[in-house]
C-alpha cells in the first residue's frame, strides 16, 4: 500500500509541475500583448491630440470654407495695343489666371499624368500613392519615390506656405495641407481644382501659372499648346531652373520625354504616338513681356500715373479702391501695335 501511494504521490506531482510551467510560458505573452495594447491606445490618443491641435489651428491657421471659396491670387494688369496685342504688364506676380476650358487637354493630361495619376478617384488625398510612397522609401529606400501629395495638396502648400516648427515641421505641414486639400475637394469641382492648379503654380522667372508660362515660352495661349510643348511646361514644374528650356535645353528635353512617357504609361497617349513626340526638337519661342519689357516698355510706364489715378477714384464691389499690380485689370490703349515696334 505504502508503494502505490507513493507512485500516486510522485505521478501527481509531475503533472502539477508541468500545470505551473506552461502557466509560467503563458504569462509573457500576456504581458507582450498588454504592452502592444497600451502602446496603441497611446498612440491613438496622441495622434488625436496632434489632429486636433493642427485642425483647430494651434501649429498654424488653416483656412475656413468661406477663407477657401474665396481665394484670390495677385494677377497682373495687362496693357493692349487697339488692334488687342500685348504691350506690357504691371504686377507684383507675373500671372493672369485662366478657366479650364481656356487650357489645351494637352496641359490637362499631361499634368495628370505625371503629377496625380488617380487625380479623378480620390478625394484630396490619395492613401494609395502615400502607401507606395512610404513602401518605397522606408523599406525598398527609393528616395525617388516623390511625396504622394496630390494636386490639391500641392495647391495647399502653394498658397498656404509652411511654418518652422523644428522637428515638428513636416508632420505638421502634411497633415496642415491634407485637411486644406480635403476642404478643397469638398468646395470645387475637379476641373475647377486643376484651373486652380494651373493658375498657382511658379514656372521660374518669377511668372506664375499656364497663360504667361505659355506666352513666355511659346508666344501662345495655353489652348493652343501641343503635346510636346505642354510636356515641357509640366516638366518644368518638377524643378523650375533645371528644366527650364531657355537656360537647360538638353535637361528639359529630357524631362519632356519623361512627361510624354507617363502620359503614355496612364493611356493618354498610344506608344506609337509617344515616340512620335519625344523624337522631336525642342524648340521654343521665347517672348518676355513684363513691366520694364515689351514692345512699348516706355508708353506702359508713361501710361503708369494715370492708371494709378484711375485706381485710386474707383473701387470694387467690396468698397477697397482697384490695385493696379493685383487686381489683374486689362487696359486697352489707342495706340497701334505696328506703330511701337517701328518707334521702339
Excluded at 88 to 99: A, F, H, L, P, T
Aim: proline residues 4%; aromatic residues 10%; charged residues 25%.
Amino acid at each position: 500500500m505504502s508503494t502505490k501511494n507513493t507512485k500516486n504521490i510522485r505521478t501527481s506531482g509531475k503533472k502539477t509541475g508541468t500545470k505551473r510551467t506552461k502557466r509560467k510560458l503563458k504569462k509573457p505573452n500576456s504581458k507582450i500583448w498588454l504592452i502592444l495594447l497600451q502602446l496603441f491606445v497611446g498612440g491613438v490618443i496622441l495622434f488625436a491630440i496632434f489632429f486636433t491641435m493642427v485642425y483647430l489651428g494651434f501649429t498654424g491657421h488653416v483656412p475656413t470654407k468661406s477663407q477657401l471659396q474665396d481665394i484670390k491670387n495677385p494677377q497682373s494688369s495687362v496693357v493692349y495695343s487697339a488692334d488687342g496685342k500685348l504691350l506690357g504688364r504691371y504686377y507684383v506676380e507675373n500671372r493672369s489666371n485662366v478657366k479650364f476650358n481656356d487650357i489645351s487637354p494637352n496641359v490637362i493630361n499631361a499634368l495628370i499624368a505625371t503629377e496625380d495619376a488617380r487625380f479623378y478617384e480620390h478625394r484630396g488625398i490619395d492613401e494609395i500613392a502615400l502607401m507606395r510612397v512610404l513602401f518605397k522609401t522606408i523599406i525598398m529606400q527609393d528616395r525617388s519615390a516623390g511625396g504622394g501629395s496630390t494636386l490639391s495638396q500641392q495647391i495647399a502648400k502653394n498658397l498656404f506656405p509652411r511654418k518652422d516648427l523644428w522637428v515638428f515641421s513636416l508632420p505638421v505641414a502634411k497633415l496642415r495641407e491634407a485637411i486644406i486639400a480635403y476642404r478643397l475637394e469638398r468646395i470645387y469641382t475637379k476641373e475647377e481644382i486643376l484651373a486652380l492648379y494651373l493658375n498657382t503654380v511658379p514656372f521660374g522667372e518669377n511668372i506664375y501659372g499656364i497663360d504667361v508660362a505659355s506666352e513666355r515660352f511659346f508666344s501662345k495661349k495655353p489652348k493652343d499648346l501641343t503635346v510636346d510643348e505642354a510636356a515641357v511646361l509640366v516638366g518644368i514644374l518638377k524643378a523650375n531652373y533645371t528644366y527650364n528650356p531657355r537656360v537647360h535645353p538638353e535637361k528639359s528635353k529630357e524631362r519632356r520625354n519623361v512627361v510624354i512617357q507617363q502620359m503614355v504609361n496612364n493611356g493618354f497617349l498610344s506608344a506609337a504616338q509617344g515616340k512620335v513626340f519625344q523624337a522631336k526638337p525642342l524648340t521654343i519661342t521665347y517672348h518676355k513681356i513684363s513691366y520694364n519689357q515689351g514692345p512699348a516698355p516706355y508708353f506702359v510706364e508713361m501710361l503708369k500715373p494715370e492708371l494709378l489715378k484711375w485706381c485710386a477714384n474707383h473701387t470694387r464691389k467690396n468698397g477697397d479702391p482697384y490695385n493696379l499690380y493685383t487686381d489683374g485689370l486689362r487696359i486697352k490703349t489707342t495706340i497701334n501695335y505696328d506703330f511701337t515696334i517701328i518707334t521702339d
